[in-house]
């Protein structure tokens, strides 16, 4: 995918008195959310996260924003601002300050702290600025105000941004829970005051806008922890995302209440999690922790392991253990628990990790079967609450797929919004807003770039396609020596399969036709051994087509001799 709008044209120059919007990510998608605003020819990014590989882009890593469109204009980036430490919205900082490593990176202290570590790892120093709810600051041509939101990680920030031409609201994932964990609720009083100036642009998260009504508060998912907790005979393991503070929180008040030690599973859950405690974000009571070497002395009923793995993520804890490919193994009696929603697209993963464990024998406690999680993003009543409070003059809804930014624009024209200011975008589509109205003027090829291994943005869509033949279709090599003066095959053709059901000498009946075809086509002119090749790829491609209903790789070798 390297243009997802070819019909839209590039934009034209940016007005004086204009800002441009253009999403590098997150629109069309649940993961890496990247914004750029554009004013007098600096530049301001908003979030910088990753998302990651679904079945068909088998062996990628991460897949990252296209950082093309800015490539050439590093010099031009006032700042880096994360709205909260998710993934999918941190992940690709480190790939990103490759290009420049002094940007400022401004986040809530919690953000920036599990930003530091994974640059730490990249051997990266940043240059970072810790901010909170309600601070303001100057960042060359904009001013940014940083405003309290709740979320599912501590510490999440929506930013208004202002420019001559306006101001923008853009709400990073939040929702309204009114009983949050830590008291820190989304602070409407300051999207009245920031709607009574006048929001010229609202960016607003739609994850759940086709949800209706409102997020459960998290204070309900207490109890049905500590009910699962109570009924459990032996070893709990608790999957969730490595950076949910506040579900690891509920989770180790459980198991102090029950008498149980925890132990934390996984480097990016032992990373996080120290560094949410030593913050303060996280209470560990005295003596509750266990290293996961000393958990073979204790016994069973003692033991509760919180791991990653919670979306079935293949090389995470949870998958391992599923597989019996973990030092932590599950069986009869033991209680698995998935603290987490599905984010779409990893239905199949997630169910074949269920079906693992519950053919070992654990009993696996789910968002179907009960209320074990609840979301962090808004429901539709949250979201048209923050429309009439806000009363935008234009709404451009981000971070979800396709049907959920309808919904969400649905939900604004619903509330009074007129539907000519409600825009619709996906990943590269360009939003100018100039006087006061927003709306699209173009689009910049916005591919996926694949983390593959140690490299990155070299791995190609037509290197993928040839991963998904080798992996569903199979493989053929072929060989053969002709004579380079008569063209008569002297040796083979062999023929070598792999991914076959069939034995290989099913091709035995190919293998006559394949020399004549090799013979007349040497007969014929055809000396070239990269031509020979050819004849052999299409007289075997044809076969197997037509014989066993399969389109492998075939790859054709002919020396001369």
Not at 44 to 73: K, M, N, S, T, W
Not at 448 to 476: A, P, Q, W
Request: hydrophobic fraction near 45%; glycine fraction near 10%.
């Amino acid at each position: 995918m390297s243009h997802p709008h070819p019909e839209l044209p590039l934009p034209p120059a940016l007005v004086d008195r204009g800002t441009r919007v253009v999403a590098l990510g997150g629109l069309g998608e649940i993961g890496r959310n990247m914004a750029v605003l554009e004013h007098q020819g600096r530049l301001l990014i908003i979030d910088c996260g990753v998302l990651f590989p679904e079945d068909h882009q088998p062996g990628v890593d991460l897949i990252l924003p296209d950082f093309d469109y800015i490539a050439d204009r590093m010099d031009d980036v006032e700042a880096i601002i994360l709205t909260h430490g998710h993934e999918d919205h941190i992940g690709g900082v480190p790939y990103l300050l490759r290009l420049r490593q002094d940007i400022p990176v401004l986040g809530s202290q919690l953000t920036l702290a599990f930003v530091e570590a994974k640059l730490k790892e990249h051997r990266i120093t940043p240059v970072t600025y810790a901010v909170k709810e309600g601070q303001r600051e100057q960042l060359g041509k904009f001013e940014v105000e940083f405003v309290a939101v709740n979320h599912s990680i501590p510490d999440a920030l929506a930013v208004a941004v202002t420019t001559t031409s306006g101001t923008i609201l853009h709400t990073g994932d939040f929702k309204m829970d009114q009983l949050p964990l830590d008291g820190r609720i989304t602070d409407l009083r300051a999207f009245a005051r920031l709607g009574e100036k006048g929001v010229d642009l609202f960016m607003v998260d739609s994850t759940n806008a086709e949800v209706p009504g409102f997020v459960t508060p998290e204070r309900e998912i207490g109890p049905v922890l500590d009910r699962v907790f109570e009924q459990a005979q032996k070893t709990i393991v608790v999957a969730s995302f490595a950076s949910h503070v506040h579900r690891v929180q509920q989770v180790l008040d459980a198991a102090h209440a029950h008498g149980r030690r925890v132990a934390f599973v996984g480097r990016s859950m032992v990373r996080n999690m120290g560094i949410a405690a030593e913050l303060g974000y996280l209470r560990v009571p005295d003596g509750l922790l266990v290293d996961i070497k000393k958990i073979d002395a204790l016994r069973e009923n003692e033991l509760v392991l919180m791991c990653t793995g919670s979306q079935g993520e293949p090389m995470a804890a949870l998958s391992r253990i599923a597989n019996r490919d973990h030092r932590v193994s599950v069986g009869p009696g033991d209680t698995v628990i998935l603290a987490s929603s599905l984010i779409p697209g990893n239905e199949n993963s997630v169910y074949r990790v269920i079906n693992g464990l519950t053919r070992l024998g654990a009993k696996v406690v789910h968002g179907g079967n009960a209320k074990v999680h609840v979301s962090g993003h808004a429901s539709a009543g949250e979201l048209l609450y923050c429309y009439n409070i806000l009363r935008p003059r234009n709404v451009m809804p981000v971070h979800g797929e396709v049907r959920h930014l309808v919904a969400n624009g649905a939900l604004a024209v619903a509330a009074g919004v007129d539907p000519k200011r409600v825009v619709l975008a996906e990943d590269g589509v360009v939003i100018d807003l100039v006087d006061g109205e927003a709306s699209i003027v173009g689009a910049v090829p916005c591919g996926y770039v694949y983390v593959d291994g140690s490299s990155v943005g070299e791995l190609t869509d037509v290197e993928l396609k040839d991963r998904r033949i080798l992996g569903e279709e199979g493989f053929i090599s072929l060989f053969a020596v002709v004579d380079s003066a008569t063209g008569k095959v002297l040796a083979g053709p062999e023929i070598h399969a792999r991914g076959f059901a069939e034995d290989d000498a099913v091709f035995d009946e190919i293998i006559p036709q394949l020399t004549s075809a090799l013979e007349e086509a040497a007969a014929a002119g055809s000396a070239d051994t990269h031509q020979l090749q050819q004849v052999m790829r299409r007289v075997v491609g044809r076969w197997v087509s037509g014989r066993l209903r399969r389109k492998p790789m075939i790859i054709p070798v002919v020396v001369e001799a």
